[in-house]
């Protein structure tokens, strides 16, 4: 019996840890655990010498999908760049994000120092995938485009921003 409910407590904690970590929408982690994140990839940043994108992925016009559409369609665009970015997280060493808040997402990025290029291509990679994708919903395609803004920290402080808009 206490096997059981040593186990039952478990699972229970482990739903609770998501449910506080992971927005329910996308299933992408929350702007609380996308902070503890980057904390962490800041301080391997000043100990091993790593190279840190930040980058802000906002949906261009995301009030006018929702206001044609209506918000379940708007949700659909929302799981469908989170979905993307998933799959970049899952292929990519160092790649993690999140949901930052409404059309917002967030991306870091740890690599190493000599990296930025490397970096820069796979934030202009995210945004031309977006912009040659379409969101099938409800008989509807519906296209979309994001602008992405990126700012590079060495451990001594950030330094080389980088927009990507619309191309």
Request: glycine share 6%.
């Amino acid at each position: 019996m206490t096997n059981v409910f040593i186990t039952t407590v478990f699972k229970q904690e482990d739903s609770l840890i998501s449910i506080a970590d992971y927005d329910a929408l996308t299933g992408l982690r929350n702007r609380r655990a996308m902070l503890q994140v980057l904390d962490r990839f800041k301080s391997d940043c000043t100990k091993k010498k790593k190279l840190l994108c930040v980058a802000i992925l906002d949906i261009d016009f995301f009030k006018k999908v929702n206001d044609t559409y209506g918000h379940d369609a708007g949700d659909a665009v929302l799981k469908d760049l989170a979905d993307l970015l998933l799959k970049r997280e899952s292929e990519i060493p160092g790649f993690c994000c999140a949901r930052w808040g409404g059309e917002e997402f967030v991306v870091a990025y740890s690599a190493d120092a000599d990296s930025k290029e490397q970096i820069i291509k796979e934030l202009e990679y995210l945004r031309k995938c977006v912009e040659e994708k379409s969101v099938e919903y409800d008989g509807l395609t519906i296209r979309y485009t994001i602008t992405i803004g990126a700012a590079f920290f060495d451990g001594n402080g950030f330094l080389h921003y980088y927009l990507a808009a619309v191309g």
